[in-house]
């Protein structure tokens, strides 16, 4: 059972930058998508990026431009750089990855917290 571990929140200024890792127990190579959702209180869980394993990304509308998706198959991890934040990006960011091998597995991380001050 491969466990996600979600880091790098914490508060920011509106305008500011955070960078989100989500690490591995084990190896990630063989996990077809991994992704970045998000959810802020009273919300529902939204898709914020998500990257295949062939480097494919994608981005929800509300970040395309200011969110950077990426993964370090050697380190076992993947990562959201965020950029020129805004205050309705505050919110708990899960990270999650989707494994096929003839049975779907999917696992989450932990949520790491986001606060943007205006």
């Known amino acids: 059972q491969v466990q996600l571990v979600a880091s790098g929140g914490g508060l920011v200024q509106a305008g500011g930058s955070l960078r989100l890792s989500c690490a591995a127990s084990g190896s990630i190579f063989s996990f077809n998508v991994m992704g970045w959702y998000r959810q802020a209180p009273g919300k529902q869980r939204e898709l914020v990026a998500t990257?295949?394993?062939?480097?494919?990304?994608n981005y929800g509308d509300s970040v395309k431009g200011r969110f950077t998706i990426s993964r370090d198959n050697a380190q076992n991890t993947m990562y959201l750089q965020m950029n020129s934040l805004k205050p309705e990006d505050t919110a708990n960011y899960f990270c999650?990855?989707?494994?096929?091998?003839?049975?779907?597995?999917?696992?989450w991380g932990q949520g790491t917290q986001v606060f943007v001050s205006s």
């Open positions: 999650n990855a989707i494994e096929y091998r003839g049975v779907l597995r999917s696992y």
């Open positions: 990257v295949t394993s062939g480097g494919t990304t």
